[in-house]
């Protein structure tokens, strides 16, 4: 199993992931670890939907985590891995899913955030987590698309690019 992108965007599969990242980084799998979308048939099936079929794709909840990880320990998958917040990134990490860096690509803004870009709002929580995350080794970086300039987490300022 080896993890060419591990992303927190809250999209989860659209046509920047497609159309940008899987060629980037030649991924042949994508991984959705999201409750919400694995709990949600429909939302499932929209999902799968829009994935070309020369690439696999696979719903998981985070309870599903470490089975998923048992299938594919060997195998030469290149997986990308797209994660709804970085708590989800955060609770995969601890159930078995290991990546060593993580892409902030989209995360809404919302009442109690802050925007860290144009494309980027964090809460204290988040910001908790990404340190969290940061400590255990993982590199944050926010990039939207591949042509943009990667911005990495200071873990002392809790900034992108500081």
């Known amino acids: 199993m080896a993890v060419v992108l591990a992303r ?4 989860l599969i659209h046509g920047q992931v497609l159309e940008a990242w899987v ?5 042949d799998y994508i991984v959705v670890v999201d409750d919400g979308v694995a709990a949600d048939p429909f939302r499932k099936q929209l999902m799968t939907a829009v994935v070309p079929q020369n690439l696999q794709v696979e719903i998981v909840s985070l309870a599903g985590v470490g089975a998923f990880c048992q299938r594919h320990v060997d195998q030469n998958n290149a997986l990308l891995i797209l994660f709804s917040t970085p ?3 955060l609770q995969a990490y601890e ?4 990546f060593s860096q ?3 690509g989209n995360m809404h803004a919302a009442d109690g955030k802050v925007s860290l870009s144009c494309t980027l709002s964090v809460d204290a929580a988040d ?5 969290q995350l940061a400590a255990l080794g993982v590199e944050i970086s926010a990039q ?3 042509t943009d300039r990667c ?5 002392q300022s809790h900034c992108l690019g500081c």
């Open 8 to 11: 927190v965007d809250n999209r």
């Open 23 to 27: 060629p980037h980084v030649r991924a």
């Open 87 to 89: 708590t989800m990134a």
């Open 95 to 98: 159930r078995g899913m290991r």
């Open 102 to 104: 993580l892409n902030l």
């Open 127 to 131: 910001m908790q987590v990404l340190d």
């Open 144 to 146: 939207c698309i591949p």
């Open 151 to 155: 911005r990495g987490w200071n873990l």
